[in-house]
């Protein structure tokens, strides 16, 4: 059988793109070599939250007294928790699976090739089959990096795919890379009472988001007990005896920091894994898949999406991209936009942004206007107990919303109607002028959006 659309890979940018064709009356076939869902799924945000809840939870059953409840002794099964993550992930992986089913969309376990326009090999447990297909999407996502540095490849030395199977705690975690996945990682494992250390070449933490935010964000997971190391190097990691010492440089010098475990958290790279590249005189551009805003490749009827064509690797752009894709397939108008893109980061507090960052603005010499909104001044969040951080919009010169960045309880919710705003190039006073239910924690951003054209109403 002949395919309209064959995708190689299933995470969320292939799943979702073949659900979209199967929607769209496309006849598709999928193909994936591991379990749908992707890193995404299996190895990265549905998992990690999936500690994160639990880890909350444990931070607020050591907060109880302060709420006037009082328990007897509390005890924590981390293998339980592990359990409770895989549960949530095999829900999930089922669900997906029964979502292709359900849209008569062929999935074909294997992994595949991709060396001539117009078919797929794949390799399966009855052999190789050839899928003949119309047009390919190519999905295949992202692996961790390894940083070339002696003694990466020691047991113990993991990335997040090997430290999510663990079912252990490490008492002392040194981390490598102080980004999105290093520090959620950190929040993580010393809320369980793990003594962590992150180690950062770079001078702040979360380099490309708005600087305001690391410069909060650093001292709060400083109190919470992680050890914070900027500008500093990693060396070597050495054995001795049955633990692992990081020996890392900054401007003092050397110094040694043991551990029992070490994560390797230095970002992503796209996989190409599958794709003659050469071969098919595939164009690419610094080791990613270059494309254009209908996701095309330079070859006839091949498309690209998610973390292989680089840019914003996150799983939402993923799907979007492979919405696009295919809708380009199927001959709509579209182009994918990248203006209003959300980011969350699930440390302690929650971090959650969208668009433009002040100091892009202040390079950019263009007119813009800022706005403040602490937690502290909400009262649901002071009910809460989770009254620390604030709201943050930027606006320009006509006070349309470009960019915002949230710290605190509930962040990565409260910046969908941020991203709303900036994606519809709506004024703050829109929102300021939109009547939000009381007490709750988006009046944080009603109020911000007050002080764009005035000042906010609940702060002296």
Request: hydrophobic share 40%; charged share 25%.
């Amino acid at each position: 059988m002949d395919y309209q659309v064959g995708i190689l890979g299933g995470g969320p940018g292939g799943y979702v793109c073949a659900l979209r064709a199967a929607q769209l009356g496309l006849s598709v076939v999928l193909v994936e070599g591991d379990r749908l869902g992707g890193t995404c799924l299996n190895r990265g945000c549905i998992p990690t939250k999936a500690l994160v809840k639990s880890a909350d939870l444990w931070r607020e059953m050591g907060r109880a007294e302060e709420f006037g409840l009082f328990a007897g002794d509390k005890r924590m099964d981390y293998g339980a928790v592990v359990a409770r993550k895989d549960q949530i992930v095999n829900s999930l992986v089922g669900g997906v699976e029964k979502l292709m089913k359900s849209a008569n969309i062929r999935v074909v376990k294997g992994w595949g090739e991709f060396k001539r326009v117009g078919q797929i090999s794949v390799t399966t447990e009855n052999g190789v089959e050839d899928l003949n297909v119309k047009n390919v999407v190519l999905a295949t996502g992202s692996v961790p990096v390894r940083i070339p540095i002696p003694g990466a490849d020691l047991p113990g030395v993991e990335t997040s795919d090997e430290i999510l199977e663990g079912t252990d705690l490490p008492k002392r975690l040194v981390i490598i890379g102080g980004g999105v996945i290093g520090l959620e990682f950190a929040s993580i494992y010393e809320s369980f009472g793990v003594n962590v250390s992150v180690v950062e070449m770079l001078p702040t933490l979360l380099p490309t988001i708005d600087e305001e935010i690391p410069k909060r964000l650093t001292p709060l997971l400083k109190r919470s007990g992680i050890d914070i190391l900027t500008k500093t190097a990693v060396k070597q990691i050495r054995q001795e005896g049955d633990n692992l010492v990081v020996q890392v440089e900054d401007a003092k010098g050397l110094k040694d920091i043991p551990a029992d475990r070490v994560l390797l958290s230095t970002g992503r790279r796209p996989s190409m894994k599958g794709i003659d590249v050469e071969g098919l005189g595939l164009e690419t551009e610094r080791g990613v898949i270059k494309v254009n805003s209908q996701m095309q490749t330079n070859l006839p009827n091949v498309y690209a999406i998610g973390d292989v064509v680089g840019g914003i690797m996150l799983a939402h752009v993923a799907s979007e991209e492979g919405i696009i894709a295919v809708e380009h397939i199927a001959g709509r108008s579209v182009e994918m936009s990248y203006k209003a893109i959300p980011s969350a980061i699930f440390t302690h507090p929650e971090i959650a942004t969208v668009g433009y960052t002040e100091q892009e603005l202040k390079a950019s010499g263009k007119d813009y206007r800022v706005s403040k909104f602490p937690f502290s001044a909400n009262g649901k969040a002071l009910a809460l107990g989770e009254s620390i951080g604030l709201v943050k919009i930027l606006a320009d010169a006509e006070g349309v919303v470009v960019g915002a960045s949230i710290m605190g309880p509930q962040a990565s919710t409260l910046i969908s109607e941020l991203v709303l705003a900036v994606q519809k190039g709506l004024r703050a006073e829109d929102i300021a002028r939109t009547v939000h239910a009381h007490p709750t924690l988006p009046e944080t951003i009603m109020e911000a959006a007050h002080g764009i054209e005035g000042k906010p109403l609940h702060l002296a």
